[in-house]
């Protein structure tokens, strides 16, 4: 009669589990042998859901939360770390930014500004002002004591930097807000026009950009894009008219729209329109428009 191991005893519990380790060792060379010669897949990039749900909880959020997010979904900018540092308060508090985030094909890049500085905005604007088929970040950005000036940013050998800016207005609570970023004049140069305090003297302003600066061609004054304590900073349109492409903005005292040209050499008035201008709501909306350009969600409000 064959007897059965007393399980109790300690030299037989030994035997056992020596045995079952074994077995599980060569089940586990038998399941994983297949992921050797195929191995895993590397994991899919970021989801917009997981690009946004990141940017909302990595960093912390200004009071407007917008992120500004290229037409094709390649590219993502926001402003962060909220600041009180810059007591201008021109939209509609005193809380400003410390630092860019923005996503370029799935990578999160981030800089933070010195404390001489803020970002005095709302949104920051996506345009390829190179014209290199990649998407530059277009911000407004204050200094403490020289007041706004306009600074572009750019992923450069895998960091976010400054890469062209105007200089500061050089007067501390002074501001300045867009009004387009195209190659104007179609010459394979992308000019900036803006608004160089909107609410005192309205000085129109174009420029050209080159890596590292944007040069000022043209000026002109008694305009304003914008209204002291407004959110609202979509108050100019760009449109394309047989060939030709022209922006408007509204006069200082608020009772005209006003078309401008870019010759190459100088500003050129293109049209009037006589119309009253609410400021707190988008120019699109208060008047008819031809051929609008539409840019990579460049109009803030």
Known sequence: MKSTPYL??????????????????KEDNEISSPEENNPPAEPDSLSATQILQRLRSDYPLMPE?????????????????????????????????????????GEFYDLTLEDTYVFEDIRPRLADVDLDGVLE??????????????????????????YARVEEIGRANRWLNPVAIADLDQDGT???????????????????????????????????????GERNLCLSVLTQEAGQFNFYVPTQNRNQIVGFSWSGSKLEQ??????????????????TFSNLIEGEDNCIF
Not at 68 to 82: E, F, H, K, V
Not at 91 to 96: K, P, S
Not at 140 to 153: E, L
């Open 8 to 25: 109790g005893n300690p030299i037989v519990l030994l035997t056992l589990t020596i045995g079952l380790i074994l077995s599980c060792q």
């Open 190 to 228: 992308v000019e900036i026009v803006w608004i160089q305090t909107p609410q005192i003297g309205g000085i129109l302003k174009v420029a050209s950009f080159t890596p590292g600066t944007l040069s000022v061609l043209d000026e002109t004054s008694l305009y304003s894009n914008h209204a002291i």
């Open 65 to 105: 939360e917008q992120i500004a997010i290229s037409t094709d979904s390649s590219t993502y900018a926001q402003y962060s770390r909220p600041v009180t540092r810059y007591r201008h308060g021109i939209l509609g508090d005193q809380i400003e930014a410390g630092q860019l985030v923005i996503v370029l094909d």
């Open 137 to 162: 970040i277009v911000t407004i950005r204050a200094h403490m004591n020289n007041g706004a000036g306009i600074a572009i940013y750019k992923v450069i050998n895998d960091q976010l930097q400054e």
């Open 270 to 287: 293109t049209s009037v329109i006589d119309q009253s201008v609410d400021f707190s709501k988008p120019l699109v909306d208060q008047a």
